[in-house]
């Protein structure tokens, strides 16, 4: 499994948009870039995830880079209550095994 | 849909003694899997099911932990002589497995607090 790389914390003004990146250098053709949050004290949510072209739903954007190498995670409007850990984790189709890594956390501003 | 159960939600118990977690998935969810997750950390990888099989155990995991899914639905996780680096929250999660192209959405429940004095 691809070991991912993300920035400890960032913060964001509410309303501007989060821009969460996360490095994969070592994914492989069948790993999926998934995105989860964890708000404190919850289990992990779903946000998003892709394999090679971008995505977009209710909750979130996802690019990843050509070389899928790399991925940001895009909150178009953050709000208070998207300050959560977030997680990129690079999943095999084969075996569908989750490794967390620690996240980044975003604190989001009034 | 009534989410993924998890029970108990909190339990203390003194070093040495026996735990048992148990999981109740989504309906028809025949993937089910177990994390820990200590403060400022991200949910570690224990183990996971498809169906009744378990797939894999982290390497990493004491033997003294075991878990099991006997009918592919409920799942539950056994600590034997606890210890206090035991103290954590244990996160239960169910997903469907239905093919390609699969979301693999993982779906998580609230977690079972253990506290080892």
């Known amino acids: 499994d691809a070991k991912t790389t993300q920035p400890t914390s960032m913060d964001c003004a509410e309303g501007r948009a989060a821009n969460l990146p996360c490095n994969h250098s070592?994914?492989?053709?069948?790993?999926?870039v998934y995105w989860y949050r964890q708000i404190h004290s919850q289990g992990p949510q779903y946000i998003i995830h892709g394999l090679k072209n971008n995505e977009t739903n209710e909750m979130a954007s996802l690019i990843i880079t050509e070389d899928r190498k790399s991925s940001t995670l895009i909150l178009p409007h953050a709000m208070l209550r998207d300050t959560a850990v977030y997680y990129c984790i690079a999943v095999s189709s084969g075996t569908y095994k989750y490794i967390f890594g620690t996240g980044t956390r975003l604190k989001v501003l009034a | 849909d009534t989410g993924v159960s998890q029970n108990p939600r909190h339990k203390i118990t003194k070093r040495g003694q026996n735990v048992t977690f148990r999981c109740d998935p989504i309906s028809e969810h025949n993937r089910l899997y177990w994390y820990r997750q200590t403060l400022g950390q991200g949910p570690e990888f224990l183990t996971y099911?498809?169906?009744?099989?378990?797939?894999?155990k982290s390497r990493l995991l004491s033997d003294r932990f075991s878990a099991e899914r006997p009918k592919g639905s409920f799942s539950t996780l056994e600590i034997q002589r606890t210890e206090q680096g035991d103290s954590a929250m244990y996160l239960c999660?169910?997903?469907?497995?239905?093919?390609?192209?699969?979301?693999?959405?993982?779906?998580f429940g609230e977690g079972s607090r253990l506290t080892v004095l």
């Open positions: 070592t994914i492989s053709g069948n790993e999926y």
């Open positions: 099911f498809q169906n009744e099989a378990q797939l894999e």
């Open positions: 999660a169910s997903s469907l497995k239905t093919g390609t192209p699969n979301t693999g959405e993982l779906f």
